[in-house]
């Protein structure tokens, strides 16, 4: 009979050691809810595998170190939402048709995200959310559509409370002045 090793074992021998056996577990336990909490944030499955394996590669190569600060599942999710947006910021114009032609592929699995903003995806709104940095929208998702507070957007996002203040007040400045 093994023993399961914690959350912090696995990632100490993943870094110590490069112990593939941890790696696998660790993979096994966190990819699918990583996959699924991507998929709230990017419609396009191939963008979202991608940054999965982006994400664990990461970890396997040592690139994203865990302090052992909060729990592992909120690091992983700073380690792919960073990731994800790179991905995202990094295909401009492409990547939001792709992003737009996958909506349309998968309008069986509306989330309720998307369903919030179906309502105004092809109206003022929408093209001034467009026009919004990635960093600023980042910003808008956590606090607005997914409701988290400044401190805990800031955990998620990884960057320090003030930063989403700011961010969130740009954001709200920018769309005001494409709305008026």
Known sequence: MSETRSDGELLRAVAADADRRAFEELYRRYAPWLRARLRGRCADLGVVDDVVQETFLAVWRG????????????????VGSRRLVDALRG?????????A???????????????VLAGVE???????LVRLSPEL????????????????????LGIP???????????RK???????
């Open 174 to 180: 920018q769309l005001r002045e494409a709305l008026a």
């Open 101 to 115: 032609l996958a909506r349309l592929r998968h309008r069986d699995e509306v989330s309720a995200e998307e369903r």
């Open 161 to 171: 409370p003030g930063t989403v203040k700011t961010r969130a007040m740009r954001a």
């Open 122 to 128: 092809h109206g003022d709104l929408a093209g001034a």
């Open 137 to 156: 929208r980042a910003v808008l998702q956590a606090t607005v559509i997914d409701g988290l507070t400044t401190r805990e957007a800031a955990v998620l």
């Open 91 to 99: 295909d401009g114009a492409r990547g939001r048709l792709r992003q």
């Open 63 to 78: 690139k994203a170190r865990y302090r052992e600060e909060g729990d592992v599942a909120g690091w992983l999710w700073r």
